[in-house]
């Protein structure tokens, strides 16, 4: 079974600075897919950025870019020019490759707050 | 505007009622979830729906009943439940084709409190 670990219950940040949320992950898959999704009060789960792990080149999303180190199993997500609307849950998960479906495995979440 | 709506957004429901909550996708998905978030534990997939058919059920009590009488439409049946059922219950979709790495689109979710 795969697992998600977010090590970072919550962090911290001023506005317009960067930060990096870690995620790292366990699986003896070789086809898979990893996402950052971000849930604010409203609780809405919203995709932040997808990575396959076919592609060796780190996705990015306008402020939103990954470093993805797949020996290490390692993911984080880099916000850059943090803004206060950032502030939410962020949650990393993972998904198998293959056929039949999507199935997702969070992560704990880490709570990061943008501070003016 | 999330594409997948889900009502009500709240529920307060005695241990021994009935309640449905209900889920709706206007992305022409043809696959939709439910998802539990209990605080302090990581999202839990409950139940899988592929073009109408239940394709997984994540060892959920059956208190839990899902129905999905299409592909727009999620419903989960809520029947004698117990307070740690008590949590937000999450609906998404995804369009599949074939292989996995589709992505999964949430709703907004439904907060359930069992009294």
């Known amino acids: 079974a795969q697992t998600v670990t977010q090590s970072q219950p919550e962090m911290s940040v001023q506005e317009a600075e960067t930060v990096t949320l870690s995620c790292t992950y366990d699986?003896?898959?070789?086809?898979?897919?990893l996402f950052w999704y971000k849930q604010p009060p409203s609780r809405q789960m919203i995709l932040v950025i997808r990575?396959?792990?076919?592609?060796?080149q780190n996705a990015t999303e306008n402020r939103f870019s990954v470093n993805f180190q797949k020996a290490a199993k390692s993911f984080s997500l880099k916000i850059s020019d943090s803004q206060l609307g950032d502030t939410a849950m962020y949650f990393c998960?993972?998904?198998?490759?293959?056929?039949?479906?999507?199935?997702?495995?969070f992560g704990e979440g880490t709570q990061l707050t943008v501070n003016p | 505007e999330t594409g997948v709506t889900q009502t009500p957004r709240h529920l307060v429901m005695g241990m021994t009622n009935k309640k449905s909550l209900k889920c709706e996708q206007h992305?022409?998905?043809?696959?939709m979830y439910w998802y539990k978030q209990s605080a302090k534990k990581p999202l839990e997939l409950m139940f899988v729906?592929?073009?109408?058919?239940?394709?997984e059920n994540n060892s959920v009590p059956s208190r839990f009943s899902p129905e999905c009488p299409n592909s727009s439409h999620l419903f989960l049946h809520l029947h004698t439940l117990q307070p740690e059922d008590s949590a937000l219950y999450l609906c998404?979709?995804?369009?599949?084709?074939?292989?996995?790495?589709?992505?999964?689109?949430f709703g907004e979710g439904s907060w359930l409190t069992v009294v």
């Open positions: 729906y592929n073009f109408k058919e239940q394709t």
């Open positions: 992305l022409g998905h043809n696959a």
């Open positions: 998960a993972f998904m198998e490759g293959g056929t039949s479906g999507s199935r997702l495995t």
């Open positions: 998404a979709s995804s369009q599949e084709g074939g292989t996995r790495g589709n992505t999964i689109y």
């Open positions: 990575q396959e792990a076919y592609k060796q």
């Open positions: 699986t003896s898959e070789s086809n898979y897919y």
